[in-house]
């Protein structure tokens, strides 16, 4: 699909979290062309947010650099307004989780987000420091309009480490199919000075 990929040079984002029905607030920009973006989370939260990086960072695939060969269908659906999608997570410790994730988009104020998730065990988390290490995310063809995804995590703690197993699918707004699996590598930047993931 063809489209205005100058729009996308520089895109603004603000984005809703909500977990276990306490409500955050993200922002950041990003050149989605060249696949970057910064985020920084305003929270109060009891542990260290780099535990969610894959959940909030991860959570917007239209700020993705494509190569040659590569088919992007995330701001196509971006341009048509939205995309939704939903994870499931199994962590290394036995934690499991589910979250949430609506898109949308509006050419003057960027794209805006609401990632939810209620049942997250901010309990096994607690109590140390995380850092995430680098990720290749497998985006997996699964029909006109719908995508899969799966990823192994990993983040090395200051008392341990994990890993955890992440599945998603996402359900765009047409109907075109993703003609074979494409991967995507993604690299974390963190500074815990500014509470930014």
Sequence with gaps: MEFDKSIFDEVKHNT??????????GFGVGKANNGLL?????HDLNFDPEILAVHLIVGYPSY???????????????????YKYQRKYRSSNG????????????KKKGQS???TTRDFPSEAFAG???DVQDLVKTFIPS???LIKSVMAVEWKGDQRNLSAVIESEYYLNHNLQLPGLHWHH?????DKAVKGI
């Design 38 to 42: 910064t985020s920084q989370l305003n």
């Design 113 to 115: 987000g609401c990632f």
């Design 128 to 130: 140390q420091t995380w």
């Design 95 to 106: 934690a499991t989780f589910s979250s949430f994730h609506n898109i949308s988009f509006d």
């Design 186 to 190: 993604v690299t974390f930047r963190t």
């Design 64 to 82: 993705s650099e494509y190569k040659e060969g590569a088919t992007d269908l995330f701001k196509p659906s971006t341009l048509l307004g939205d």
């Design 16 to 25: 809703k979290v909500i977990i276990n029905d306490i409500e955050y607030q």
């Design 143 to 145: 029909g006109s309009g």
